[in-house]
Structure formats: C-alpha cells, structure tokens
T-cell receptor, first 112, second 117 residues
C-alpha cells in the first residue's frame, strides 16, 4: 500500500526566500506525481504534474523534481511571496483506476 | 479545460438527517469519479470510486450503507451521507479524469464542507 509523507509539516519563511518542500513515497511504481495547493477551506489547485518518465517540471516560480528510484519529489518555490501561503499537497498516482494517494501536506506561511 | 463542479459548497444539518452532495463534470463525460474526505488539518483520503451505471467501489473502512453513491449519468455522481452524525463533519471533494487533461490526470471539484450539529 502506497504511503506518502511530506516534510516539513509546517514552514514559516520571510518573503523573498527560496524554499523546498519534500515528498517521499514508498511504492516507486507510479504513473505520475502531482503537487497541489490548497487554501484554507477550499478545494485543490493543481500546480505541477510530473509523469513517471520525467525528472522535473517547471511553472513560473515553481519547480518540481521527481526521483522515482529513491521515492522522492521536491517542490522548489523561488522568491516566495505572502500569496504563496497555503497548504501544499503531493499525491502519487499508481495507475489503479487513477486513484491518488495524498501526502500529509506542508502548511506554508510566508511573512512580510 | 476540464471543470468539475460540486454542490453545495457548504451545508449544515442536524444530526440524524441525510445530506446529498453533487459532483458534475461540466465539459466532459466521466465514467469514473472519485470521492475523497478531508478532516480538519489532515490530508485527503479516498472514500470510494463511483462508476457510471454500476455499483461504487468503497475503500476499506468506509461504510457503503452510510455513504451512498449514485452515478446515474456520465456527468453526475452524488454522495449521500445518511443519518449524519457530528463525526461525519468533514470536507468532501470529488474528482474525475477528463480526456482533455490526459490519462491518469484528475480534475478536482472545489469541495463541499459538511457540518453536522
């Protein structure tokens, strides 16, 4: 059974800092891995999706990497802004009817 | 792009009543939809897979008689929480795979927050 863990659980940084969020998973036989953003009380916004054959994906200030063999993914956020404050979730797709297994989340706060 | 809509976005009900949550795929047909539950400050847990025209598949530990799922059309799945109790208060989110998004890529609804008094 896939288990997804995210470290740290919470993070507070001053505006402008670059930061890295970590995601690890136990079953490396994944189809893809996705990073989501969730604002308090809201649904999920997909940020980046990395297919199993890819090593990284970039969108604006966000860069996600994937190392399947070691069961790890990182989300790099450059030049953080207060608007980046949210919970970030990673999720793996093992291809079983597209079911996703979500990580525990990292709650990010970017301060002025 | 693919859009999944949920209704209601929030609902408050009395203990013992039943509540229905709708999940619609607005611009695509979805033979399969997924229902997740998220308790406060916890991650999303898959509850069940909703299959159009057939019975839903429930994850271990999820009571199928309590969480009734109906997927009567290719664009609508409903989740009914029967005889709701305060411990059922949670954030319920549905998702579906749209051909527009590619294989194994899910689009999520905005979620429905249920509070049982």
């Amino acid at each position: 059974k896939q288990e997804v863990t995210q470290i740290p659980a919470a993070l507070s940084v001053p505006e402008g800092e670059n930061l890295v969020l970590n995601c690890s998973f136990t079953d490396s036989a994944i189809y893809n891995l996705q990073w989501f953003r969730q604002d308090p009380g809201k649904g999920l916004t997909s940020l980046l999706l990395i297919q199993s054959s890819q090593r990284e994906q970039t969108s604006g200030r966000l860069n996600a990497s994937l190392d399947k063999s070691s069961g790890r993914s990182t989300l790099y956020i450059a030049a953080s802004q207060p608007g980046d404050s949210a919970t970030y979730l990673c999720a793996t797709n093992t291809g079983t009817a597209s079911k996703l297994t979500f990580g525990t989340g990292t709650r990010l706060q970017v301060t002025l | 792009g693919a859009v999944v809509s949920q209704h209601p976005s929030w609902v408050i009900c009395k203990s013992g009543t039943s509540v229905k949550i709708e999940c619609r795929s607005l611009d695509f047909q979805a033979t399969t939809m997924f229902w997740y539950r998220q308790f406060p400050k916890q991650s999303l847990m898959l509850m069940a897979t909703s299959n159009e025209g057939s019975k839903a598949t429930y994850e271990q530990g999820v009571e199928k008689d309590k969480f009734l799922i109906n997927h009567a059309s290719l664009t609508l799945s409903t989740l009914t929480v029967t005889s709701a109790h305060p411990e059922d208060s949670s954030f319920y989110i549905c998702s579906a795979n749209s051909p527009l998004s590619g294989a194994n890529v899910l689009t999520f609804g905005a979620g429905s927050r249920l509070t049982v008094l």
